[in-house]
């Protein structure tokens, strides 16, 4: 993945510097290249318009491709719920309840969270992000720009078992915490966003 503000300042170069070459071989009277120069700044102002008005923060294909071309999202079930106290607001979207793992294939399965298994054998991180950003637009929340490890790898904290925290969230601090789904018709499994809870510090 690259920062879209990088490639934003690269193409805006290759932009200017093909609207003065332009410049020169009309100037110059050098038609036989006009064609190309002119299909190539379209190109790149196809690309520069794009960047401009993108709310993604980080390109890969696949988040260009997403964006682009948005895919069918199901419609997952959860409850939201609000704590408030001295030191901080928190919405807590839950996921996954008792009540949905009791009834597996008759409720709307939980979105699904990419991860990629850490070389210990025991804890995942999430490189990408998308899976979970795909969610969050659903939920009307800011996306995470960046991936990030699983929380016990860096705590050693055995309560930190399948959380994933990002201080740097837009809202104050988000955590996502993941449970193993296993689909009752298909006997599939796969690790699932259990809840996302974002926590507004006051302070």
Known sequence: MIATSTVLTIVTILL??????LAYILIRGQTESLLRTIVFIIILGIIFVYLQNTSLTTLSFKAVRNDLF???????????????DLYSYRTI???????????????????????????????????????????LDQLNLPRVRHGIK???SITGNPAD???YRWDDYDLGTLFVERALYQ????????????RIIVDSRKY
Do not use: H
């Open 161 to 163: 078992i399948g959380v």
């Open 93 to 135: 979207y839950t996921f996954i309840t008792i009540d949905i793992l009791e009834k597996g294939s008759t409720s709307p399965p939980p979105p699904e969270l990419k991860l990629v298994m850490d070389p210990n054998g025991r804890t995942f991180t999430i490189e990408n992000p998308e899976s979970l950003n795909l969610v």
């Open 183 to 194: 689909q009752k018709n298909s006997m599939q499994s796969y690790n699932a966003i259990a």
């Open 150 to 152: 699983e929380l016990y």
């Open 16 to 21: 200017v510097i093909s609207v003065v070459w």
């Open 70 to 84: 948005p895919p069918k999202i199901p419609q997952y079930q959860y409850t939201v719920t609000t704590s408030d």
